[in-house]
């Protein structure tokens, strides 16, 4: 009962935005302090590879990057699912607060993957299947941005948003199972595969708790533009009026 009243309450405007405004603070600390730990760990202090050497320290950042590409694309779709079968408005503000920062995690999964990968294959990009359906999920992140720019009504938009969204959905196993659906070049999963990890534990544990970091940050980010998002939506309602009020004394 008390999980069902909380749900309920986030989907208030009101209550949402004052509760994440609590929220933000704590949540970018950790993500700031997982993220130095995780980093100079991994940087710093993991073993060579014997193979790849040191150049393999990019996974760091790649690995993490790339797992949030999927992830936030698929919060932004659910969220979108919410908005359009039960008409929840907060579905709506998470939906095109993911948007932006999928793009920024989508890019830059791409770009350290090209660094990753010339010293690998000696090329920045090749047309493999895994790059091909990443590069697709970084446009189809920047098609709901352009999509909710363009229609005035940001009703209509969050569910032209939703719709393009859900659609995209059919991407996100291409990408995953890319490696093992096609002859390419890109390795094989090294820690999600089922059994144990194909990673020795000094480079597995920098590597989770960077995930986490970059998890915790997106919790962070997405309830900030959601907020602006709320104002923006409800700058005419009475506790929009009240809150700039209050904060202008």
Not at 3 to 26: E, N
Not at 56 to 68: D, G, L
Not at 73 to 85: I, K
């Amino acid at each position: 009962m008390g999980i069902k009243r909380f749900f309920h309450q986030m989907g208030s405007p009101q209550y949402f935005y004052r509760v994440a405004g609590l929220w933000i603070p704590w949540l970018l600390g950790a993500s700031l302090l997982l993220l130095v730990i995780g980093w100079v760990d991994g940087l710093v202090y993991a073993p060579t590879d014997y193979q790849q050497g040191d150049s393999y320290r990019i996974m760091f950042i790649h690995v993490p990057a790339a797992w949030m590409s999927m992830f936030i694309y698929m919060v932004m779709a659910f969220s979108g699912l919410l908005s359009l079968v039960w008409r929840v408005k907060m579905g709506e503000v998470i939906a095109v607060s993911c948007a932006p920062i999928g793009a920024s995690f989508t890019l830059l999964a791409l770009a350290t993957g090209s660094l990753w990968g010339k010293p690998m294959w000696g090329t920045w990009w090749v047309w493999d299947a895994r790059l091909t359906s990443e590069l697709i999920l970084f446009f189809l992140y920047l098609g709901v941005i352009a999509l909710y720019g363009a229609i005035e009504d940001r009703r209509v938009g969050a569910r032209a948003v939703a719709i393009l969204a859900l659609v995209g959905v059919v991407n996100i196993p291409i990408i995953h199972y890319s490696v093992e659906w096609w002859n390419t070049l890109h390795q094989p999963a090294t820690i999600t595969k089922l059994g144990k990890p194909s990673i020795v534990p000094s480079m597995l544990i920098p590597l989770l708790i960077g995930a986490l970091a970059f998890k915790l940050f997106f919790f962070a980010t997405v309830l900030m533009r959601a907020r602006n998002e709320l104002l923006e939506r409800d700058r005419n309602t009475r506790w929009v009026k009240n809150l700039l009020e209050a904060e202008a004394k």
